[in-house]
């Protein structure tokens, strides 16, 4: 049998595309991004990890606060601010203050849920956007 020479044929002559069509594509799609993100909304914080926008990451929360805050999130737009929390001396679980949290995190969706015994819940979310906290409006039942 004999192979075809062009088979695997490669080329370098690709349709030529210009880098401010690219530009205004990306520009196009954060304006609609951004657009879908609400003025507030809940903080989960995330110690040893961190989200990225575009990626999808699996999650078990634990505790009855951010079980609800999960719940409440899944019931409403699905949203959830993703922040890194600093490393902390103490190894107490105590109560989280601003002070704890970076300033950048991720809008995340969540787009799938499972609860699990003993106030857990496993879920799958997936990195939006960046953001910045300007201002922490309440704490009360969750940041």
């Known amino acids: 049998m004999e ?6 044929k490669l080329t370098d ?10 530009v205004v594509e990306t520009e ?6 951004k ?3 609400p003025d507030e909304i809940p903080i989960l914080p995330l110690e040893d990890n961190v989200l990225f926008p575009e990626l999808v990451m699996p999650w078990v929360v634990h505790g009855e ?5 999960i719940n409440d999130a899944v019931l409403g737009d699905k949203m959830v601010g993703v922040l890194a929390v600093r490393p902390r001396k103490e190894e107490t679980p ?3 203050t601003s002070s704890d949290f ?11 849920m499972l609860k699990l015994p003993e106030e857990a819940v496993q879920i799958l979310v997936f990195g939006l956007a ?9 704490w009360d039942p969750y940041p």
């Open 13 to 22: 002559d690709l349709p030529e595309e210009s880098q401010q069509e690219r």
């Open 35 to 37: 657009s879908d993100m």
């Open 65 to 69: 606060k951010w079980v609800k805050l």
């Open 130 to 138: 960046k953001f910045r906290i300007l201002d922490w409006v309440r």
């Open 94 to 96: 105590g109560d989280l």
């Open 3 to 8: 192979w075809e020479s062009e088979w695997f």
């Open 28 to 33: 196009t799609m954060e304006s609609e991004k």
């Open 102 to 112: 970076y300033d950048v995190g991720v809008v995340g969706r969540i787009s799938r």
